[in-house]
């Protein structure tokens, strides 16, 4: 091989690695982004989402508010 074919071949596996790298990382986010959905909107009644139960309570302070007469 002659140096300029070295350079082209090393451009062609660049290509590749970076198509795998950027695979990789579209599953990592996706991973990650479902793990976080799972945490905050759980429905789960003996562990439910943080943004579940903040809403569970906001809803129970609303209902609790009487009109002063």
């Known amino acids: 091989m002659t140096h300029n074919n070295q350079r082209k071949s090393l451009g ?3 290509n590749g690695q970076i198509a795998v790298e950027y695979v990789l990382l579209l599953i990592l986010t996706v991973v990650l982004s479902t ?4 945490a905050l909107v759980s429905r789960n009644l003996d562990s439910p ?4 139960t903040r809403w569970a309570l906001m809803i129970n302070a609303i209902g609790a508010d009487y009109p002063t007469d």
Not at 35 to 38: D, E, G, H, P, S
Not at 49 to 52: A, E
């Open 12 to 14: 062609q596996n660049s």
């Open 35 to 38: 793990l976080m959905v799972r």
């Open 49 to 52: 989402g943080f943004v579940v």
